[in-house]
């Protein structure tokens, strides 16, 4: 009997469908019928289809998460929901004393328990910032545990008493806090042996908005989740502020206190202490005030940096291998980065004035001053930034940021350039940037002219001029060979495009600092390039990996890199990055099969089953005839349902060859093993040694031709495998990096649906191989094969 379902999928994707029809049978569609109408297709179901659709409903059911849910769970959940809003199937008796008719629950503690008040005051004397719900018989309404007159003292421990406590004027102070924004009441301590008050609000992990009478405070919780949620999100102060008023009141009729302007205050010291904290500045016996130019910026630690991670004897190396100590930089302009004309420098001034990344700016402003040709962008401060960057991993360099006047000008990126570099004592500088062929000319004139402070002495180094490659097309023809990374020696494969990386991760942040002040800006941005610097590092684990290997195998380790140095000394000698070891080969087991029967024959006495066809043969024959059964087998499948009379007609034709090959050699096969059925030539089992029954009799010699053969063939699907894998990756990149349109896409894909198709050939050689060698391998006593296949 034939049914109808109306199944909201494309024809083509039906048998994966299949599952789900079942899975929903005699269910209500009218409900899907709404979600996919102009999807909607009326399929009909045989018998045989209803079967496969029950077989398969085990296997796919989990590819269609969500339709499941919507097709059996959405209405349970739903009423789950429902039933949360009322008390449901909580207890009617207290969580605590046990008393009857409780009221209160909180939303925030685990579990949903009713209290009474009592109760419930006692047990959120740690937890003052939660959220109470108050049942009213008919419903819940929120209530604060200020209201019910839960008390906070500063000071002493929790509900401990003291003797002369401050309160607070109008009882009115406001916590900021990752659930929302409260209103508590709160007592400061005024004993004798009392802090400042702002130390009792620190002591409690609470950030005041002031140090002397504060009325504001934000968690460190909250502070937290803003910073880490900034770097991920990209999101602004106001956004998350509003997010946590909505939190406390989403009506808008009953809007916690507004404290944008204290919570953005909070936050950039906060920023300001965790950048002093991490880089080390707290222990600085003679404070923070004592921290230089560029001492909160975290270097690059695969850049050479003389005294920290160079050997002593570094510039007495030879020659050749100075380029091992070569530094990298990219200088680069992002126009995004804008700033509006709002605020000063008096009135917004930056927290760590020249300490990370943007470089100082009083002494940035007096030396633009000295220029008369200082032009400012209408109603803009602002028109960008420059920066240097580490070439080869992409670090932001200290003190090589700087805001941009008017496009990209020589005396600008000039005093950036010597600014990041003046602290350097390497000898080997390598200088990219896309207007190279241009900027460097007149630059050692230049950097005379630059502040004595600044100066960067460029005759004493070696530098290399180079135009990043991705701009290097659009130069003329001498700009081509002169500035590229390919003609010249000590310099590897750069990728010298690393600050476009760097600007992606930044630019969604110009849409909140293009109208922040010019402090707050700055220390924003010295920010997002902190924790860009630290991703970057954490992800340079290569010291540990170094230390691991050395604890692991220190003989091998420092045999290898002893081998690595004379080779690089010396190309004349061993490689030790050439592969030595040859895989076993079939074409190999064959050649030394038949040179072993050739022996064999001219010292044995006994005549051979047949004078043309030896044991060796005749397996080697039938592997590869099982080969060949494995092709057509595959390409039978891949006919599909619509495959044309010529295709039919050209797998008949391989069909019907190979089973006139196999006739002859099953002619050959009972000589040595006797006993057979018919069956399709795709699926004749050739009774090869592991495939023969116990009731037959199969000599050894044929058993340890087979595994040997096998062997081979295993080794064989491997090296396939790899030249596959290999051309795929190829092909991938060659297709995103030169292939556009539909036409070129469409034949690419059909390219790599090739070599896919190849490389699951090649699969299914090694599992039928390996199989073979785990059925042989114990009759044969053959071990040590499993280590290189």
Not at 398 to 406: I, T
């Amino acid at each position: 009997m034939v049914a109808e379902y109306h199944v909201a999928w494309q024809q083509k994707k039906l048998r994966w469908f299949l599952p789900l029809i079942y899975d929903v049978w005699e269910e209500q569609w009218s409900e899907r019928q709404a979600l996919w109408p102009e999807l909607l297709l009326t399929i009909k179901l045989t018998p045989t289809q209803e079967w496969e659709c029950r077989q398969l409903k085990r296997t796919c059911r989990q590819d269609y998460p969500l339709l499941v849910w919507l097709a059996q769970d959405r209405d349970n959940f739903l009423s789950e929901l429902i039933c949360l809003e009322g008390q449901g199937h909580v207890s009617d008796i207290c969580g605590d004393c046990r008393t009857l008719d409780p009221h209160f629950r909180c939303e925030d503690c685990f579990g949903v328990i009713m209290y009474c008040q009592d109760c419930i005051i006692k047990e959120h004397h740690q937890h003052p910032l939660h959220h109470l719900e108050y049942w009213t018989g008919s419903y819940f309404e929120c209530r604060s545990l200020r209201d019910l007159g839960l008390w906070i003292q500063l000071g002493h421990h929790v509900g401990g008493r003291c003797y002369r406590p401050c309160p607070i004027a109008r009882d009115d102070f406001t916590v900021i806090h990752s659930n929302g924004v409260h209103s508590v009441s709160l007592d400061f301590c005024s004993c004798k042996s009392a802090e400042a008050l702002f130390q009792q609000l620190l002591r409690i992990c609470w950030f005041p908005a002031s140090s002397k009478k504060p009325h504001t405070a934000a968690t460190f919780n909250v502070l937290q989740q803003f910073h880490l949620l900034s770097f991920k999100s990209k999101v602004s102060a106001f956004e998350f502020y509003q997010s946590l008023s909505c939190i406390s009141d989403n009506t808008g009729l009953n809007r916690p206190k507004d404290r944008y302007k204290q919570f953005l205050c909070i936050v950039r010291q906060w920023h300001h202490l965790k950048l002093l904290k991490h880089t080390g500045h707290g222990h600085d016996p003679l404070g923070v005030s004592n921290t230089k130019q560029g001492n909160c910026a975290l270097l690059c630690p695969a850049c050479p940096h003389p005294g920290k991670n160079l050997p002593q004897d570094w510039r007495s190396i030879k020659p050749e291998k100075q380029f091992l100590y070569s530094l990298f930089v990219t200088l680069d302009t992002n126009f995004r980065l804008k700033r509006r004309a709002v605020s000063k420098d008096s009135n917004d001034p930056s927290l760590s004035e020249g300490w990370a990344y943007f470089v100082e700016e009083s002494a940035y402003k007096l030396y633009l001053s000295c220029h008369t040709n200082d032009i400012q962008e209408v109603r803009l401060d602002s028109t960008g930034i420059g920066i240097v960057v580490c070439a080869r991993h992409g670090m932001k360099l200290a003190n090589g940021v700087r805001d941009l006047q008017k496009g990209e000008r020589y005396v600008n990126m000039d005093y950036l350039f010597a600014l990041a570099l003046s602290g350097t004592t390497v000898d080997r500088l390598n200088i990219l940037y896309d207007i190279t062929c241009q900027w460097h000319k007149s630059l050692y004139q230049r950097m005379m002219s630059l502040p004595q402070e600044v100066q960067l002495d460029l005759s004493a180094k070696h530098i290399s001029f180079f135009v990043l490659k991705f701009h290097l097309p659009t130069h003329i023809m001498p700009c081509q060979w002169k500035y590229s990374f390919n003609w010249t020696c000590g310099v590897g494969h750069t990728d010298d495009e690393v600050p476009e990386h760097g600007w992606a991760h930044i630019n969604p942040v110009g849409s909140s600092t293009k109208v922040m002040g010019p402090g707050h800006r700055r220390d924003t941005i010295d920010d997002f390039f902190g924790d860009w610097n630290w991703k970057k590092s954490i992800a340079l684990d290569f010291e540990e990996l170094k230390k691991s290997l050395s604890f692991k195998y220190p003989e091998q380790l420092s045999t290898w890199q002893q081998q690595v140095e004379d080779w690089e000394d010396d190309l004349s000698k061993p490689n030790p990055f050439e592969v030595k070891e040859i895989s076993i080969t079939q074409a190999n087991i064959c050649l030394w099969l038949t040179m072993e029967e050739a022996q064999a024959s001219q010292s044995s006495l006994e005549p051979p089953l047949h004078p043309n066809i030896s044991p060796s043969i005749l397996i080697s024959a039938g592997v590869d005839l099982e080969d060949q059964q494995l092709h057509l087998r595959t390409n039978l499948t891949k006919l599909g349902l619509h495959a044309t009379d010529a295709q039919k007609a050209k797998m008949q034709q391989r069909s019907n060859a190979l089973a006139c090959c196999i006739e002859v050699w099953m002619k050959m096969h009972t000589l040595y093993i006797p006993g057979m059925a018919a069956f399709a030539p795709e699926d004749i089992p050739l009774y090869l040694p592991l495939q023969i029954n116990c009731k037959f009799s199969c000599s050894h010699n044929l058993e340890s031709i087979k595994f040997q053969l096998q062997e081979g063939q295993a080794n064989d699907a491997l090296n396939e495998l790899h030249q596959g894998l290999q051309s795929i990756v190829y092909m991938l990149k060659f297709k995103d990096r030169f292939l556009c349109g539909q036409g070129a896409n469409t034949r690419a894909c059909n390219c790599l649906k090739n070599v896919d198709a190849k490389i699951d050939l090649s699969v299914a050689k090694y599992h039928a191989a390996h199989r073979a060698l785990c059925t042989l391998g114990p009759l044969l006593g053959k071990v040590g094969w499993k280590t290189a296949l």
